[in-house]
C-alpha cells in the first residue's frame, strides 16, 4: 500500500469512527420468519428515517428463515456454516449499531431471532447499541422486549438502549398508502420512531471509542456471567 492510500485509509476509518456521525451503518435486522411482515414494513420505514439522516442503513430479514438453527459443528469452523455465516458477519462486524425489530409471537420472541443471538461472538454485536421495536397487530408487545433485555445479550454483548418502542395496533400505522393510517396514533409513532433513532445515533457515537480502547475482551471471560 503506498504511503498516500495509507492515509487515505487512516483518515476514512477516522472519519467512521468520528463523531461527525460520517459514514456511520446501521443494520436493522427484521424478526419476522412471514414474508410480507408488519415487522418488515417496519423495517423499511426505520430505513428510511435512517437514511435520511445520512445513515447508511441495510436490512436483514429472518423472513423464510434465511439461518439454520445453531448446532455445535458451528464451533467446529464447518465449512457450511462459515458459507452461510461470513457474510452477514462482515456486515454486522462493519456497523455501528442496530436496530431489532421483533414481532410478538405467542408472547414471545420468534425461534429465528432467538437463534440469531446465539451466533455471533466478539466480532459483530459486542459493545454495540440497540434499539428494540416490538410489533404487534394487537396490544401486545411488552413481552418481547423484557424477553430481548432478559435473554439474548449475554455472550454477544449488544447493548440495548433504555428507550424502547412498542407499536401496537400496527396495521394502522406506517402504511405507503397514508389512507389506511390512523392519522394520530401514525405521526406519534413516526415522530416517537425519529426521536428514538436520534438517540441510537448518539450512543452510536458514542460508544465508538469505548469498542476502541483496550481490554473489552478477555479469553479467559469469553461468556458473560
Ligand atoms: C405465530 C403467531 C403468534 C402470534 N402471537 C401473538 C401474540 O402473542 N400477541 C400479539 O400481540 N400478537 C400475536 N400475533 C400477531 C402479530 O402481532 C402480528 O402477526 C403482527 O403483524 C406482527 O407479526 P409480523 O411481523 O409477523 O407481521 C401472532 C402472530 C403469529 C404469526
Redesign the pocket.
Known amino acids: 500500500m503506498s504511503g498516500f492510500s495509507f492515509l487515505a485509509v487512516l483518515l476514512l476509518k477516522y472519519l467512521a469512527k468520528s463523531d461527525l456521525g460520517l459514514f456511520m451503518q446501521i443494520t436493522i435486522i427484521s424478526g419476522?420468519h412471514?414474508h410480507h411482515?408488519?415487522?418488515e414494513k417496519v423495517a423499511k420505514h426505520v430505513q428510511t428515517v435512517l437514511t435520511a439522516r445520512g445513515i447508511h442503513a441495510e436490512i436483514f430479514s429472518l423472513a423464510g428463515n434465511p439461518l439454520p438453527l445453531w448446532d455445535e459443528s458451528i464451533w467446529d469452523n464447518n465449512p457450511a456454516w462459515n458459507q452461510i455465516l461470513a457474510p452477514l458477519s462482515v456486515q454486522l462486524a462493519a456497523s455501528d449499531a442496530f436496530v431489532i425489530i421483533t414481532?410478538?409471537?405467542?408472547?414471545q420472541v420468534p425461534a429465528g431471532l432467538k437463534n440469531f443471538f446465539l451466533l455471533w461472538g466478539q466480532n459483530e454485536l459486542a459493545h454495540k447499541p440497540a434499539l428494540i421495536i416490538a410489533?404487534?397487530?394487537?396490544?401486545?408487545?411488552a413481552y418481547p422486549v423484557a424477553e430481548l433485555r432478559m435473554s439474548s445479550y449475554k455472550n454477544n454483548r449488544i447493548c440495548y438502549l433504555p428507550e424502547h418502542i412498542i407499536i401496537r395496533q400496527?396495521t394502522n400505522v406506517l402504511n405507503e398508502d397514508a389512507s389506511t393510517n390512523d392519522p394520530t396514533t401514525d405521526t406519534y409513532y413516526r415522530k416517537r420512531i425519529d426521536w428514538a433513532l436520534g438517540i441510537l445515533e448518539r450512543y452510536a457515537q458514542a460508544l465508538a471509542p469505548v469498542r476502541a480502547a483496550d481490554g473489552l475482551f478477555n479469553e479467559e471471560f469469553r461468556n458473560g456471567m
Open positions: 419476522s412471514r411482515s408488519e415487522s414481532p410478538e409471537w405467542h408472547g410489533v404487534s397487530s394487537s396490544t401486545g408487545g400496527v
